[in-house]
């Protein structure tokens, strides 16, 4: 569960940073164009957010079904494999009690031992397999909420500077920007640490999709018609 988890932090809180500059650059060349003076901060929020939520519901259901999918996929599997196994122990206990009924001559109180053995292993089997289910859920809703909230804050939180400002200018787009940026620099960090890698190669790696970002979006919305 550890593992997947901050796979889906890392992978997700990157994809809302990145959404999210997408989402600011759009609002950025309305600015650069000259059409706009300033930008209303309460459409670039309400914008964000419902990007930012629409990340969460699609992060957190898309991981929890195919979680859910994956979990029981491999919980059938182990299942039919002690299946198997406990057919053949059982098939084994049978002969070997059917050789001691045979030698002591004790035939019914070898069955009732035998019984009595089964049904306890079946009590212990069942209690198992709840703590197995306890377990299985559990890192399903945690994986999911992982997966839904990462992408959520990585988009959110580049939204802070323009809670501040009724009107949006190019200092608070800057801001934000910025805002990006250090959060690919403590994922290049984290990722770098996990890795025992270098550090600076994993940030310029991560900085490398915010600069392509940015080259592909601001020309094509920058020549894009608007009437």
Not at 137 to 146: F, G, I, P, Q
């Amino acid at each position: 569960m550890g593992a997947i988890a901050r796979r889906y932090f890392v992978n997700n809180l990157y994809d809302g940073a990145i959404t999210i500059t997408g989402s600011l650059i759009a609002f950025l060349t309305l600015l650069l164009k000259g059409q706009e003076s300033t930008i209303d901060s309460y459409l670039i929020i309400m914008t964000g957010l419902g990007t930012c939520i629409s990340m969460f519901i699609s992060g957190f259901s898309g991981s929890y079904l195919s979680e859910k999918a994956e979990q029981k996929k491999i919980k059938y599997e182990i299942e039919r494999a002690m299946g198997r196994l406990g057919q053949e122990l059982e098939e084994e206990s049978v002969e070997l009690d059917e050789i001691e009924i045979q030698r002591a001559m004790l035939k019914e109180v070898r069955v009732r031992k035998f019984r009595i053995k089964k049904k306890k292993e079946d009590k212990k089997e069942s209690k198992v397999e709840t703590l197995y289910e306890r377990a299985e859920s559990l890192a399903n809703k945690v994986v999911s909420l992982v997966n839904g909230g990462a992408p959520f804050l990585g988009g959110f939180v580049p939204l802070i500077p323009f809670f501040f400002v009724s009107q949006a200018e190019l200092p608070s787009f800057i801001i934000s920007f910025i805002i990006i940026i250090g959060i690919i620099i403590l994922l290049g960090v984290f990722l770098g640490r996990i890795s025992k890698e270098s550090i600076i190669k994993n940030i310029l790696q991560m900085f490398f999709a915010f600069i392509i970002t940015f080259l592909l979006t601001m020309p094509i919305l920058l020549f894009t018609p608007t009437s």
